[in-house]
């Protein structure tokens, strides 16, 4: 079987390393708010180049926090207005709702399933606050013309960088693109750790400084609390772990750029769409390798059959769920028809190539 994700494997490659850290960790009997969370920080406002990076406990509070952070300091208030791409994986959307602002949907473009970023303009009103990007499936969303709607309308920029660590637009790293951003080392992800971790970067000082303090309770000194914050701290295991890791991102998302190349070259069946290389190969890590197809189901069972795992990223889209009936009603035809074609092929930087020319070759006989 030929896995979608193989994570033992992923990171057995970096047995020594790892197991060596875990049990200096383990040794030292400091688990929170150490050493180890600093270095890491550190190692990210390098890698990413924003002036701050806080590690926080997952990916979805790492942009819950953004926001909530941003009604603290009273740059956002209830009800703002947020524009968010319809075609996301349905956290981009939580974390707006969670902190009582109005998520404002926009259809992606077809040709790379990113926010159609000529559809925005149309969608600003007086109450609209912010943009949210996400970098699809590790394809930077960005442009020339997002900036300057930004600009001329005083609107903030928050990535969803969840899927594109190491991603670069005219060599800026996604992460350092807008004024804040949230990342997730969920284990699948680009950079994964041995469980749940996330972080945010971002430029503003007091932004960083609010953030830090509302994911530990509110608190800067102990016992002292200036906000009802929450528990959302980056443990000293998973920031060890991923500050190793981190030193290889950047031949692993080269690793999968290879793959992505070879499935485009070598991938020949016109029943299925390919997506496009971007002009500048940095502007996507690859996360995902995602095709699509109207014989989306009898492609993916034939697939199974043939003993090559596939995903759906996403089946239902975030205004179609139970969870949020009241956007049930809202149309987006072009969110709804990825969804019903999408289907995502096995990508990792330790897939070998016979793996990856059985995949080819199983797409083509479809
Ligand atoms: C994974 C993911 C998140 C959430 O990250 P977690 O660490 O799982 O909370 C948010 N947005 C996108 C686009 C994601 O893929």
Known sequence: MIKFLDLQKINLVHQ???????????????????????????????????????????GLDALRLIF?????????????????????????ILAVTDNRLKPVFAEPEIRNYNLNISKIEALITPK??????VHLYGQVCWSQELETLAKKYNLKIIEDNAQSIGAEWNGI??????????????????????????????????????????????????????????????????????????????SENDRRR???????????????????????????VWHLFVIRTDKR??????????????????????HKQKAYTYYNHLSFPVTELIHNEVLSLPISPVMDIDEVQRVIKMVNEF
């Open 68 to 92: 909530r952070a941003y009604l603290e300091i009273e740059q956002l208030k209830e009800g703002d207005e947020v524009i968010v791409p319809a075609n996301t994986y349905i956290a981009s």
């Open 297 to 318: 189901d009898e492609l993916q069972k034939y697939l199974l059959e043939n003993r090559v795992q596939t995903l759906i990223h996403y089946p239902i889209p975030p």
């Open 16 to 58: 020594q390393e790892i197991e060596e850290k875990l049990i200096q960790v383990f040794r030292s009997g400091w688990y929170l708010l150490g050493n180890e969370v600093k270095n890491f920080e550190t190692s990210l406002v390098n890698y990413v180049g924003s002036p701050h990076a806080i590690g926080v406990a997952n």
């Open 173 to 250: 790293k996604s992460g350092n693109l807008g004024d804040a951003a949230g990342f997730s080392f969920y284990p699948g992800k680009n950079l994964g750790a041995l469980g749940d971790s996330g972080a945010v970067t971002c430029k503003d000082s007091l932004l960083a400084k609010t953030i830090r303090t509302l994911a530990n309770y509110g608190s800067q000194e102990k016992y002292v609390n200036e906000f009802q914050g929450l528990n959302s701290r980056l443990d000293e295991i998973q920031a060890a772990v991923l500050d190793i890791k981190m030193k290889y991102i950047d």
């Open 128 to 133: 609209t606050k912010a943009i949210m990007v």
């Open 258 to 284: 290879d793959i992505a190349e070879k499935y485009i070259s070598n991938i020949t069946n016109s029943k299925i769409i390919l997506p496009l290389l971007p002009t500048a190969s940095k502007e996507h």
